[in-house]
């Protein structure tokens, strides 16, 4: 319901909300109330009752909107939280209360059919926007000033920002519902998505949370979902994604193949083409050890360390070379002989002291299939979320995962989405596993022994899950387009960048440097 009132006052405004987050509501408090919910929407409702018992929801606004013909946000958020008492407690509503500012001032509101209209003409209008990804025209009247979205909204130079604005994410990939529990269920109940699972012979419910606030569904391990619910969340263009136990990607459910032609087209030439696929090839790796370098650099600096120094420069060294090199297998051998360096020294990031008194085992370089001990667990868990996001990404902008230009194509192999991971490895996964052990948030009882290796176990997976989420919505500017925006929308922003390059003859993809 946070998300009603700014599209309310202006669909671009709320799709800049939906985009960022929730968040905390820029102009708008309802307060602590009754958690409800109805149609797809949902949140708490404050609410009094007047003299003959009948529900008023009250609503608290720090600043008055610019008056003009068109129905004031603050009504129409009263009715929808009228529509939410209703659907509650089966009561008519007949009025709310709107207190303003600080000057205490109440107005009583009188919901009456033309304000319910307008509220289920609105309804219809956020679903469209969300489902639809578009962004809307500004309003560009006199709300427009008080706004606080006029600098990134710039209605009134909204044309003119056109083309940057063409290789942002078109809707918002932040919200995503993990179920990792064994023998957890995932089903349909109305538009709302429950979750249970099943114990001491009783099925309880986990979760329940309406459909439209999920973009992605990651399922992992052993659990269920319905028919139904795959069908909701179909309709609704919510991928959903299977890992493995392990955190291995084992693939991806999505409602049908993006209709730009053109653009996969462009990019299976760009694929046979090898003056165009090389360097492609060399920009992924480009950034991949541009990031790594840093990051060591940042480690370097932070411990006073001339090991991880010296480990930068060295890679700094390599991409020297890097625009010299004519074959996709020298660039993939230079690739290789630097992440070799650079997983050479990582045991030198981890900081001691975080594992004291426990004896965590000694990081002895990167491994896999199995890992062997947890810093490399959690490494290839994180890598597994990360190429999950990026296959989406992809997916979003047009491109066919699996056909890249580093990676060779290989059957069932995303190869498009494993190019684009490699410039976000160190400072996403690599930078979050550091975060992880050197704060003392994971430690040994998250870890367990099978099938020859060491793996997270189900405490485990909810702790790096949890950070994820939360490393995902970080904001930071993003080096090309110069915008502030979550991690979660820099993989799209790139895949944007990369589709642009392969339909614009002589642009070249710029990769994304932390």
């Known amino acids: 319901m946070a998300w009603v009132y700014e599209f309310a006052y202006c669909l ?12 905390e509501p820029v102009a708008l408090s309802s307060g602590e109330g009754t958690w409800m919910a109805a149609d797809g929407w949902c949140g708490p ?20 909107a610019e008056s003009d013909t068109a129905e004031r946000p603050e009504h129409l958020m009263l009715a929808a939280l009228a529509r939410l008492i209703e659907a509650e407690t089966g009561q008519s509503v007949a009025r ?38 578009r962004l809307p025209a500004p309003r560009a009247d006199q709300r427009c000033p008080a706004c606080p979205r006029l600098e990134v909204c710039n209605p009134s130079g909204a044309a003119e920002t056109a083309a940057q604005l063409n290789v942002l994410p ?98 299976y030439e760009a694929a046979r083409d090898p003056q165009r696929a090389l360097p492609l090839a060399r920009q992924f790796v480009r950034g991949k ?33 890097l625009s010299e090199l004519k074959s996709p297998d020298a660039v993939r051998g230079l690739e290789g002989a630097a992440t070799r360096r650079y997983f050479s020294v990582f045991n030198e990031m981890l900081r001691p002291e975080a594992h004291e008194p426990i004896d965590w085992p000694v990081f002895p370089g990167r491994n896999r299939r199995p890992p062997t001990d ?9 890598y597994a979320l990360l190429l999950g996001n990026l296959v989406t990404a992809c997916a979003v902008a047009g491109l066919d995962p699996y056909v890249g230009y580093l990676h060779t194509p290989a059957y069932g192999r995303p190869s498009l989405a494993l190019d684009l991971m490699e410039e976000f490895r160190a400072p996403i996964a690599d930078r979050l596993t550091l975060h992880l052990f050197n704060r003392g948030k994971l430690r040994p009882r998250h870890f367990e022994e099978r099938s020859g290796g060491v793996y997270l ?25 110069g915008l502030e925006m979550s991690q979660m929308r820099h993989f799209e922003a790139q895949a944007r960048l990369l589709a642009r390059t392969l339909q614009e003859p002589g642009a070249e993809y710029t990769p994304f440097v932390a």
């Open 12 to 23: 671009r405004r709320g799709y800049y909300a939906w985009v960022e987050g929730p968040g």
């Open 45 to 64: 409702v404050q609410f009094i009752r007047d003299g003959h018992g009948s529900p008023v929801p009250v609503i608290r606004l720090a600043h008055v």
């Open 96 to 133: 709310g209360i709107v207190q303003y500012g600080p000057t205490g001032r109440q107005e009583v509101v009188t919901l009456d059919e033309r304000l319910r209209a307008a509220w289920q003409r609105l309804d219809a209008e956020i679903r469209a926007v969300i489902h639809e990804g």
């Open 170 to 267: 078109p809707v918002r990939q932040a919200r995503t519902l993990y179920v990792d529990e064994i023998g957890a269920v995932v089903r349909r109940d109305g538009r709302q998505l429950v979750v249970t699972v099943s114990r001491n012979g009783t099925r309880r419910e986990l979760l329940r949370l309406p459909a439209l606030l999920v973009d992605q569904v990651v399922l992992v391990g052993p659990v269920q979902i319905t028919s139904q619910a795959l069908r909701l969340l179909l309709r609704q263009n919510v991928d959903i994604v299977y890992l493995s136990t392990e955190g291995r990607f084992e693939g991806r459910l999505a409602t049908e193949f993006h209709p730009h032609v053109a653009l996969r087209l462009a990019q």
């Open 289 to 321: 050890l541009q990031n790594m370098a840093r990051l060591l650099r940042h480690y370097a600096q932070d411990y006073r360390n001339s090991t991880l120094e010296a480990t930068a420069a060295a890679i700094e060294s390599d991409l020297q070379h």
């Open 374 to 382: 947890p810093v490399n667990a959690t490494l290839g868990y994180l």
């Open 457 to 481: 176990n189900e405490e485990g997976r909810a702790v790096v899950l949890a950070a994820w989420q939360e490393w995902r919505q970080q904001v930071s500017r993003h080096p090309v387009l």
